[in-house]
């Protein structure tokens, strides 16, 4: 089940959404966040900046730009700049490695690289291990 907070429930905030779905209900309620974000990178992109914090356009929009919102008991999560990242640089192409992305359960194949690195970690696990060449300790050892 999933549940979004709204602000009109500030003390029974449920935990039950995904981030993307908390992002993606925060986009559908505050569409001119995209926009002003989308305008900031590619200005960025411009002046020939090559690599930018998603964090640095938040900041931006924050102070700067006083952009308002609604959804979410901040005007900008941070929480929500990597959902933003992914989504500007699908947008625009020639956003394309302005922000540096960590992998994330949302990436696309995620879930099949997962399982085929635990295959690979439990089939390294099931080798024999070669003997040792440490001796074995002599019995009443404590050691």
């Known amino acids: 089940m999933s549940v979004v907070w709204t602000p009109d429930e500030p003390q029974r905030r449920p935990r039950l959404a995904t981030l993307e779905d908390r992002a993606r209900a925060f986009h559908a309620a505050n569409p001119q966040v995209f926009t002003k ?10 002046r020939g900046v090559r690599k930018a914090g998603m964090k640095l356009l938040f900041e931006r929009l924050r102070w700067i730009s006083q952009v308002e919102t609604q959804g979410d008991a901040y005007r900008l999560n941070n929480s929500f700049t990597s ?4 989504q500007l640089m699908a947008t625009d192409p020639s956003l394309s490695g302005l ?10 194949n995620y879930r099949q690289r997962v399982i ?21 300790p002599r019995s009443g050892s404590l050691f």
């Open 37 to 46: 974000l989308l305008e900031i990178a590619r200005d960025l992109r411009a």
């Open 83 to 86: 959902w933003y990242a992914r």
């Open 99 to 108: 922000f540096e992305t960590r992998e994330s359960a949302h990436d696309p």
């Open 116 to 136: 085929s690195k635990a295959a690979r970690l439990l089939r390294a696990q099931a080798r024999p291990v070669p003997p040792s060449s440490t001796p074995e």
